[in-house]
């Protein structure tokens, strides 16, 4: 267990809907990093949070937002799905954004099925 | 982003040692070398990480190359559990800020 919660674990949706997925991080984590797994793809970043304020960017479509709350969870949203989006979404943690030494810790990941 | 290469595939037999390779010719010298491993339906897993210097721990051990543009990660003794995509990340700070970006990574086969 990487203490990272992610929820929901499965989510069925159809074509032009709107979804949030939520991340708690693991305790004493400041920084949430979101991606994105498509079948057979490698891992792509998507967002990076600390400490509630956006810190850098990936291949994040703007259909997609993403924001962390004083508490420290995060939530994805995800809207006007297309069949593309269907995807593994996980989200990671780690106490610094500005030290390379410190390691992620990986949830187990929400698979997101649009129909 | 910086990036790094490696094998597609490779194959091992249980209880032999397994290395890793990984390049990443254009690193810069704020980047850190980190491997995670990710295992079948399940979210990455840290596995080693290093700037400079060789590193050891409980899992796997981290050779660095003298002017850092490759890398080799060691599994000791491979076992079935060990089968997995096998990452090698630099963490790369930008824009003030570490992120790790992930390539294709190797995927490991353990033949018992």
């Known amino acids: 267990d990487s203490g990272v919660t992610q929820t929901p674990k499965h989510l069925i949706t159809a074509t032009g809907q709107r979804v949030t997925l939520r991340c708690s991080p693991r305790s004493g984590d400041l920084s949430v990093y979101w991606y994105q797994q498509s079948l057979d793809q490698g891992l792509q970043f998507l967002i990076q949070?600390?400490?509630?304020?956006?810190?850098a960017k990936g291949n994040i479509l703007e259909r997609f937002s993403a924001q962390q709350f004083p508490d420290l969870h995060s939530e994805l949203n995800l809207s006007s799905l297309e069949l593309g989006d269907s995807a593994l979404y996980f989200c990671a943690s780690s106490v610094s954004a500005t030290q390379g030494a410190t390691e992620a810790f990986f949830g187990q990941g929400t698979r997101l099925t649009v129909v | 982003d910086a990036k790094t290469t490696q094998p597609n595939s490779m194959e091992s037999n249980e209880e032999e040692p397994v290395h890793l390779p990984c390049n990443h010719s254009t690193i810069s010298g704020t980047d850190y070398i980190h491997w995670y491993r990710q295992l079948p339906s399940q979210g990455p897993e840290y596995v080693i990480h290093?700037?400079?210097s060789n590193v050891n721990n409980r899992m796997a051990s981290l050779a660095i190359a003298e002017d850092r543009k490759s890398s080799t990660l060691i599994l000791h003794r491979a076992t079935l559990r060990d089968a997995a995509v096998y990452y090698c990340?630099?963490?790369?700070?930008?824009?003030?800020?570490?992120?790790?970006?992930f390539g294709t990574g190797t995927r490991l086969k353990v033949l018992a």
């Open positions: 990340i630099l963490r790369d700070l930008t824009s003030g800020t570490y992120k790790y970006i």
């Open positions: 290093g700037l400079t």
């Open positions: 949070y600390y400490n509630g304020e956006e810190r």
